[in-house]
């Protein structure tokens, strides 16, 4: 499986970006997902996540009520709607999926085995 993350950029405080994951080489829709982001120093932390079914979805505390993730899967593609950004949610994002064994959300990035190449996103104060 092949994935392509865009969609970040700079954008203020209090604005949206919406990330876009798209994957070739396989239908990603049997596998559990994730969005990671990651700052200079800090261990990659997983922000949003859905099992395969999407009857569990994740979100980190300091995201929950501002950002979504979603799935076409006609497009094959997995997304992260982020309203209300702020300058902490800086960081470069990555879109993850689990192998097709593992249909559930785990929160560290080893239980993820294909990665996207990660979009910046900036938020300014």
């Known amino acids: 499986v092949q994935l392509q993350a865009f969609g970040g950029g700079l954008v203020q405080a209090g604005g949206s970006l919406r990330l876009s994951c798209a994957a070739s080489g396989r239908t990603f829709s049997r596998h559990a997902m994730g969005w990671f982001r990651q700052t200079p120093g800090k261990e990659r932390e997983l922000v949003a996540g859905?099992?395969?079914?999407?009857?569990?979805?994740y979100y980190v505390d300091s995201v929950k009520g501002r950002f979504i993730i979603s799935t076409d899967i006609a497009q094959n593609t997995v997304y992260l709607q982020m309203n209300n950004l702020r300058p902490a949610d800086t960081a470069v994002y990555y879109c993850?999926?689990?192998?097709?064994?593992?249909?559930?959300?785990?929160?560290?990035?080893?239980?993820?085995?294909?990665w996207g190449q990660g979009t910046l996103v900036t938020v300014s104060s």
């Open positions: 859905r099992s395969w079914t999407g009857n569990s979805i």
């Open positions: 993850a999926l689990r192998d097709l064994r593992f249909s559930t959300i785990e929160l560290g990035p080893g239980s993820y085995d294909y």
